[in-house]
């Protein structure tokens, strides 16, 4: 790669001005390059040169946490891209590293030290040309931004303000502000109520054509049979509904290659149009929400009409709350948090729909914050902390209301075509549906009026599942019971607001007070509910629980429910005994403890009845203001729009909290109290499950739960989402059980757990086989001389493999103290070979954001868990080798064993552990060029756990030595022999 120094086709005036030294990294080896050339630096003279001098670098939190682990460490002020990339750049993507800086400004990836220290001074001119060329409105706010940034000592402000000089800025303009963003956002516009869809049914001609036009627009000039079959089958969703309680319904698996994204959305597409109606395309993961909001390009002929059509919703927890963030920028002071705060204000004037969470806003923005400085040790500008979590929204009386991005992005849903959601997000949205008609009914009959014919019309009709093998898991967290003194501490937060603190945390009082005035039930309702609210936990809970003192005992509990959370975590460490108190003091603690509720000791049911008495006296005056503020709705004409948004937004938190949660905790509260037993169906097998856990932090007990889970939760699925759509796609590359005798068997228990087998007519089913040539492209070992219960020879031969892929590898493990142990090891003797090496729960990372550093890095190799695996996507050759470290078996906790005996014992455990495989398979091979890898180094793996793997994929077990060869030959066309490196 040539030096950009060299180069003249930058302008002078802000060319003078870049910083002069540049920095790669390796935790190994480092380049820094500068107008005198470049040398070799080594660590120690690094560390060394980190303190002393101002660097040009990317991601410097990464490399500090490379130099220094741990430790404190004197640090320049360093020039570092990504701030001036978010600066220019707002709300576009670039994964947070020299590599992803480079292609996303549309160079090829630097792969030495040497190359990303030279790329990242090109990477400045690019950006500075982006600059001077963007339109005047662009560089209008950011004028107004640098400014600010400026006088708070920004060490891009000279350059970034060199190049606004040099271009045609109008004398007399008015400067936009720079924070208070919110007065330069778009506002949102009511829509018209859509009404009930047509009944149409859709020929297989018209799907054809759809399906042949969007791979047009797409630029693909390939038919798949197997995508066209897949859409055929499809369109069969969008048939009227013949019978109630009963979708048409598929289970359709699409091996990796068919193009089911495609094949699905080209049918749903048709559909809308012709039946003017609206289809909810719901995935698992967020990164697949993304890249199907991408793929939605092949169905419209312009950006506008796409803009217009299609919409992704998120729960409102993803989206930046203006009023949150409006708080905290009157609270920051320091001048690294001012920098930052511009940064992320840049974003929200730029970003398509505000979702600071999973969207288009770049999470490794707050961990350019320096250590030590307010909001980065309090979190105070992180995504998590700017959203609105806890209900707090005053909805009309907030001063942003009219540009708030949560509103906008439910209003444009209203009028969508297409809406890509998420599992949980769906599940919630049928409960409303089931509110919304229930209230409407009540209307009706309370006015003397006729039920309105679409009455129990469901908004979710139409559903698409995909990654439907995760449906189950979405069901099981929706419908499931948790009473912790976290949510018990949020409920009173909610209630009584943030008591004797200066940040924002309003009560229901401050939110609602002036829509009650004069109403003199509902504000006596209010007053009790306030005063009854003062036995949740409050502020130091956490302490109260988990804290011992030298007698063994803990610090006495305040209020019925951290009494009844002191006994619950009594009876765990009485159940689990010496196993829990290793758990709780080991500084390498992953879990906390957990035991079953039932039979529960002495010391829980007293506190149990205490505790739900203390919950049936918050309950009783929430649902007394529930029903006030429904008798206000019913005043018609008499109440004001703004209020009756405000009232309507309101009721959502009140009956959530007044109709399902407080009962659901009291009646777990209740069963135990009773002592009775886990709850059961007329033929005596379990329908929920109770168990006791604690949640560990660091070593310590942070939380104690009390949990309630269905063992089945396929049966509120089926209930609540299924039975009232008219039509349900469920899609996936694992569906079906490669270890079924026959093809009917295969799909046993993907309908057991997607609810097909509560509905009537259960669920049609098909296979479509991946078109690719797994018996060239794949390969899969055992190996079988790796004794998995030595970390040091698991790390040995999973550092042999990634140098024999010559980096482009991901290894799997099962527990997060194995995989930081394999990172120790490995980590440098990887770096000195080249290859990089990023980990879970090591890099100072998001897991999106390690994901996206490992795709720009074709010789970078992660080591990560079930997150990793699950929201991976990397096509092509930066990922070609996959290792477990053992079979990744399910956790034998409470909940897995109640279902483990429900669902079948052994078979149940080799059917989820058979779909893992296959889905983490699944990541290897992408496109019709691939090869992959996949290595098991459990010698102990049973080869009836790779049933479900593609036909043409042979399972081998062999030596290490003999994989590295073979590993090596496949790869890259050279032999491999590295028995040595495996010793």
């Known amino acids: 790669m040539s030096d950009p120094s060299s180069q003249s086709n930058a302008t002078p005036a802000w060319r003078d001005l870049t910083p002069t030294h540049a920095l790669g990294l390796t935790p190994a080896r480092a380049f820094v390059v500068g107008p005198e050339g470049g040398r ?21 939190p990464l490399m500090r946490n490379r130099l220094f682990g741990n430790r404190q460490a004197r640090e320049a002020r360093h020039f570092d891209v990504l701030e001036l990339y978010a600066f220019i750049r707002p709300a576009q993507f670039c994964a947070p590293s020299a590599a992803g800086l480079a292609l996303a400004c549309g160079h090829t990836e630097p792969e030495t030290p040497d190359d990303q220290a030279r790329i990242l001074v ?43 000089d040099h271009t045609d800025l109008p004398a007399d303009y008015v400067a936009p502000p720079a924070l208070d963003i919110w007065s330069l956002l778009e506002e949102w516009e009511d ?105 939605t390009r092949a169905l419209f002929d312009s950006p506008a009409e796409r803009a217009d059509k299609v919409v992704v919703r998120k729960g409102r927890e993803n989206y930046l709350c203006l009023l949150n963030f409006q708080e905290r920028l009157a609270a920051m002071h320091s001048a690294p948090e001012l920098i930052m705060a511009v940064l992320m204000a840049r974003w929200a004037l730029y970003s398509r729909d505000g979702d600071i969470i999973s969207g288009d806003f770049p999470t490794w923005l707050p961990s350019l914050l320096p250590p030590g400085t307010p909001a980065q040790v309090f979190g105070s500008l992180t995504p998590q902390s700017l959203v609105d979590r806890r209900g707090e929204c005053t909805y009309a009386a907030c001063p942003h209301y009219r540009v708030c991005f949560i509103e906008k992005s439910v209003r444009k849903a209203k009028s969508a075509s297409l809406v890509i959601a998420n599992h949980a997000l769906v599940m919630a949205q049928a409960a409303y549906d089931l509110r919304d008609t229930a209230r409407s009914q009540m209307q009706a009959e309370m006015n003397g009026e006729d039920v309105p014919a679409d009455a129990d019309a469901p908004a979710l009709s139409r559903l698409v599942f995909d990654e439907g093998h995760h449906l189950f898991e979405a069901a099981d967290s929706a419908f499931a019971t948790r009473l912790s003194g976290l949510e018990a501490y949020e409920l009173r937060r909610w209630i009584r607001g943030n008591e004797g603190r200066s940040r924002r945390g309003r009560g229901l009082e401050a939110r609602l007070g002036d829509l009650i005035a004069g109403q003199e039930a509902a504000q006596t309702a209010m007053k009790e509910l306030i005063r009854a609210a003062h036995v949740l936990p409050s502020d130091g809970f956490s302490q109260r629980l988990g804290v011992r003192t030298q007698s063994g005992g803990g610090l006495e509990p305040i209020g019925p429910i951290e009494a009844l959370l002191v006994q619950v975590y009594n009876q765990i460490d009485i159940r689990q005994g010496e196993a829990r108190l290793r758990s709780k003091f080991s500084p390498d603690a992953e879990q906390g403890g957990e035991c079953e509720a039932h039979p529960c000791i002495e010391g829980v049911a007293v506190a149990a009845k205490m505790a739900a008495r203390a919950l049936a006296g918050i309950e009783a ?69 109770d168990w006791f856990s604690t949640e560990v932090l660091r070593g310590k007990v942070v939380d104690v739960t009390l949990n309630r889970h269905y063992v089945d939760p396929s049966l509120p699925l089926a209930e609540f989402v299924l039975k009232p759509a008219h039509g349900v796609l469920v899609a996936s590359a694992t ?85 930081k142990a394999v990172y120790e090891q490995i980590n440098r003797p990887l770096s000195e070979a080249g290859v990089s090496l990023y980990a879970q729960h090591v890099d100072p990372l998001d897991v999106s954001d390690l994901i996206s550093v490992f795709r720009s890095e ?11 695996r699950d929201g991976i996507d990397v096509p092509g050759q930066a990922l070609r080798l996959i290792a477990f470290d053992r079979i990744p078996w399910p956790r034998p906790d409470c909940l897995h064993r109640a279902r483990r005996q429900h669902f079948g014992n052994k078979i149940y455990d080799d059917a989820l552990t058979r779909a893992k495989l296959a889905q983490a398979f699944g990541r290897l091979i992408r496109k019709a060029d691939d090869r992959g890898v996949f290595v098991m180094l459990d010698s102990a793996a049973p080869t009836r756990l790779f049933t479900g793997l593609p036909e043409g994929v042979v399972v081998q077990r062999c030596t290490l030595a003999e994989a590295l060869d073979s590993v090596g030959r496949f790869l890259h066309g050279e032999p491999k022999v590295a028995a040595a490196d495996a010793k």
């Open 122 to 164: 090109q990477v400045i001119l690019d950006l500075c040309e982006d600059l001077r060329a963007s339109p005047l409105g662009f560089r209008l706010a950011a004028q107004s931004g640098v400014k600010l940034m400026e006088r708070q000592g920004w060490v891009w402000a000279p350059l970034v303000q060199a190049v606004l």
């Open 621 to 689: 005056p929430l649902l007394a203001l529930v029903r006030a503020l429904e008798d206000r709705l019913n005043e018609g004409a008499e109440l004001e729009p703004a209020d009756r948004i405000r009232i309507d937004g309101a009721l959502r938190g009140l009956e959530r909290r007044a109709r399902l949660l407080l009962p659901a905790w009291r009646s777990l509260l209740q069963q135990l109290a009773l002592e009775e037993g886990d709850i059961v169906e007329d033929d005596g097998t379990p329908h929920t499950i």
């Open 40 to 60: 070799i630096v080594g660590v120690p003279e690094l560390r060394e040169l980190w303190g002393r001098e101002a660097l040009i670098v990317a991601n410097a």
């Open 191 to 295: 829509q018209p109520p859509e009404g009930q869809a047509r009944a149409v049914a859709m020929s297989e001609e018209e799907v054809t054509l759809h399906l042949g036009r969007g791979l047009q627009r797409a630029g693909l000039d390939e038919r798949r049979p197997e995508q066209l079959d897949f859409a055929l089958k499809a369109r069969e969703i969008f048939a009227p509904k013949w019978m109630k309680d009963q979708p048409n319904m598929w289970l359709l698996e699409a091996g990796t290659g068919v193009g089911k994204t495609l094949g699905y959305l080209a049918p749903a597409h048709a559909w809308a149009e012709r039946a003017q109606g609206q289809v909810w395309i719901s995935t698992y993961t967020k990164a697949l929400q993304k890249q199907i909001h991408h793929d």
């Open 735 to 819: 569906l079906s059980d490669g270890a079924a005798d026959s093809e009917t068997d295969r799909f046993a228990l993907a309908k057991q757990r997607t609810g097909a087998n509560h509905l009537v007519m259960g669920a049609k089913t098909a296979r479509i086989t991946s078109p690719f040539d797994y018996a060239r492209q794949a390969r899969l070992f055992v190996i079988t001389d790796v004794s998995r219960e030595d970390p040091r020879a698991v790390g040995a031969a999973m550092e042999a493999l990634f140098k024999a892929s010559k980096g482009g590898g991901l290894g799997l493990f099962t527990a997060i103290r194995r995989l």
């Open 858 to 868: 074709h010789h970078s190799c992660l080591l990560g868990t079930d997150a990793v």
